[in-house]
């Protein structure tokens, strides 16, 4: 079992920025694809971003394209989402998302370990 802890959201002013960690422990951190979603209220749950176990390969949703950046580091069993140039369709609950052999990162159906999430708000 995958035991996943999200940490870092809080309020933040538009234009600003935040860095998410997540940290999971219980099995090889270094052969898990990770990903971020969010959900907003009255909202279903969202991709974000995602990063391969194998080579660190990125792929971004469009809407966060160029402004957030995913990344690991597997000697601290920790990934990260810094978020840059936040915009007022960003606040949500942000997820973190782990899985073994998932084959389409941006299905929260192929991730069989979640947290519990944090919040993220905006400010205009």
């Known amino acids: 079992q995958v035991h996943v802890v999200e940490s870092g959201g809080g309020l933040v002013q538009a234009g600003g920025s935040l860095r998410l960690s997540c940290v999971a422990s219980?099995?090889?951190?270094?052969?898990?694809?990770l990903a971020w979603f969010r959900q907003a209220p009255g909202k279903e749950r969202a991709f974000v971003a995602t990063?391969?176990?194998?080579?660190?390969?990125?792929y971004y949703a469009d809407s966060v394209k160029g402004r957030f950046t995913i990344s690991r580091d597997d000697a601290k069993r920790t990934m990260y989402l810094q978020m840059d140039s936040l915009k007022p369709g960003d606040p949500a609950v942000y997820y973190c998302?782990?899985?073994?052999?998932?084959?389409?990162?941006?299905?929260?159906?192929?991730?069989?370990?979640w947290g519990q999430g944090t919040q993220v708000t905006v400010s205009s």
């Open positions: 998302a782990a899985g073994l052999e998932v084959v389409d990162e941006s299905l929260k159906e192929a991730y069989e370990n």
């Open positions: 990063i391969s176990w194998r080579d660190s390969s990125t």
């Open positions: 219980g099995v090889d951190f270094s052969s898990l694809t």
